[in-house]
């Protein structure tokens, strides 16, 4: 069973267009998050939820909205795409605390043309 | 703020050879310290991890010492197979955040031929 999974693996849209990017984790934890990554394989926070509740948004637009309906999902809503948001986008969990593993899915390959 | 710097990479070796990823940090507070490894289409991994000053994480035959002197957490191998190919990152955990805030360095691509 795949402990975080994210649909779907691969995305191409054209700009100006709203998507959504799935991830489920069946590990029982209370945190996820949102990464992303660039084409230079930087890797940078978007949003942290624990317990359903947004705990971490680090300065990403408001065009990105995150909605968790419970504590094993966590989507992602993008509005009006551009062309900077193409990205490897990826879903993670953890227990909360600062030792535990956080555990990755897949990611997204968002293409923006 | 807090932040990881890396070893730029790529980095290419032969297979058995010895291998060193140097990864520095700046952060407040005493945060954990992590080795992510990604394997070609794939997500991140953890591949060792280290809690407090001196203490050394070690998996697969990978290693690193937490550092706090010289706020480093440098990755060695002493012998790399073609299967370690993959990109490797360092990164800390926010001592306010906990695992909420995780803070990656850019990743360093590593490539083992045989």
């Known amino acids: 069973d795949t402990a975080v999974s994210q649909t779907p693996k691969y995305l191409v849209t054209q700009m100006g267009n709203d998507k959504s990017i799935k991830c489920e984790q069946n590990?029982?934890?209370?945190?996820m998050y949102w990464y992303k990554q660039d084409s230079k394989k930087f890797l940078k926070i978007m949003f942290s939820?624990?317990?359903?509740?947004?705990?971490i948004n680090e300065t990403v637009p408001n065009r990105f909205s995150p909605k968790s309906p419970d504590k094993a999902h966590l989507n992602l809503h993008i509005n009006s795409l551009e062309l900077g948001d193409s990205a490897v986008y990826f879903c993670?969990?953890?227990?909360?605390?600062?030792?535990?593993?956080?555990?990755f899915g897949q990611g997204t390959r968002l293409t923006v043309v | 703020g807090n932040s990881v710097t890396q070893m730029e990479g790529p980095v290419t070796l032969s297979e058995e050879a010895f291998l060193t990823i140097n990864c520095t940090y700046t952060?407040?507070?005493?945060?954990?310290l992590f080795w992510y490894v990604q394997y070609p289409g794939e997500g991140l991994q953890l591949l060792l991890k280290a809690t407090k000053a001196d203490d050394k994480g070690s998996n697969k035959g990978f290693e690193a010492t937490y550092r706090k002197e010289t706020t480093s957490f440098h990755l060695e191998k002493g012998s790399v197979q073609v299967s370690d190919s993959a990109v490797y990152f360092c990164a800390l955990s926010d001592p306010n955040f906990g695992n909420e805030k995780l803070t990656f360095g850019t990743g360093t691509r590593l490539t083992i031929i045989p």
């Open positions: 952060a407040t507070g005493y945060p954990s």
């Open positions: 590990l029982g934890h209370d945190t």
């Open positions: 939820y624990n317990n359903k509740e947004l705990i």
């Open positions: 993670a969990s953890s227990q909360a605390g600062m030792n535990t593993e956080a555990f």
